[in-house]
């Protein structure tokens, strides 16, 4: 990438490191049969050992700030019901299928045939669990999943390197205009080849 390209990029927000949604592989599975692939990622390939991605967008044209932003909506989430998106979505946002209180009873009852050790691990793992930060949040049925791309630059070490960033939104439509909630829920960066 020519230095002035690079000049004229935004410089990105920090990395927040959001990724409720884990892998993607259902929604970008769903997001790519009805077509709707990023619009600002043209080119995802392995060479020598790692993934290469290319801008769909000519990097002269890069410069002007349009072209390095996209938005559109996602999905529209169906009704709760078990092993949707909805009930995934869901299941995610609350931290996952752990079970804090089974596990100390399991981790003290082993802990009188094995000895302390036992109990020694219930208290880990339900520390643990204890310690995850759950989302209060929850998808209903017509929320709406909005996706943004930008493309801009972020400091690596001493230099500011080209990055793409795909970012999910979840929207509440019921609230007005001025009302509306949205919470970012997944992030994923990936630096550009150009």
Known sequence: MTPSVLQHLD???????IKTLGDLIGLKRYLQ??????FLLAHSKFLNGRWIYEPSTPVEK???QENCVAHRKAMT???????N?????????MGGRDYPLLTSLAGAGASFVSGGA??????AATGISLGKTTHRILARGGDEL?????IGKSRIGASFVPVHVVSYFLVDPFRGANDRKVWLIHEERHELSM
């Open 11 to 17: 410089e990105l927000r920090p990395e927040t490191g």
């Open 33 to 38: 049969n009805s077509g709707q692939k990023p």
């Open 62 to 64: 890069l410069e002007i």
């Open 77 to 83: 989430l169906p009704s709760v019901i078990e092993n």
């Open 85 to 93: 998106y909805t009930f995934m979505l869901n299941n995610r946002l």
């Open 118 to 123: 036992g109990l020694i691990f219930s208290a």
């Open 146 to 150: 909005w996706q943004r791309e930008e």
